[in-house]
């Protein structure tokens, strides 16, 4: 019975999917629409929220099953997401 388990929880482990969150980096340059930050920086282990002074995040979502991972903007203080990244609407 341990076994089965134990087995039944490392096959949960493979299903699930890698989330990676990111802080947006501030705006640089002189059209204000890059960061000076690389994306290894600016990884997150969570995303805290707080009324009024959350800040804006982006989120990777990758399954065992999927292509290319989906990414998504989140601007948590309008609790809508920005847009999703890599499709045109």
Do not use: C
């Not at 399954?63 to 990414?71: A, G, I, L, V, Y």
Request: aromatic content about 12%; proline content about 7%; hydrophobic content about 30%.
């Amino acid at each position: 019975f341990e076994t089965r388990k134990e087995e039944e929880n490392e096959v949960d482990k493979d299903e699930s999917p890698k989330v990676t969150f990111w802080a947006k980096g501030p705006l640089a340059g002189a059209g204000g629409g890059s960061s000076i930050y690389d994306d290894d920086v600016l990884v997150v282990k969570r995303v805290p929220f707080h009324f009024g002074s959350s800040a804006p995040f982006r989120v990777e979502i990758e399954t065992e099953d999927m292509r290319d991972p989906e990414s998504y903007e989140f601007d948590p203080f309008s609790g809508y997401h920005l847009e999703k990244l890599g499709q045109e609407e």
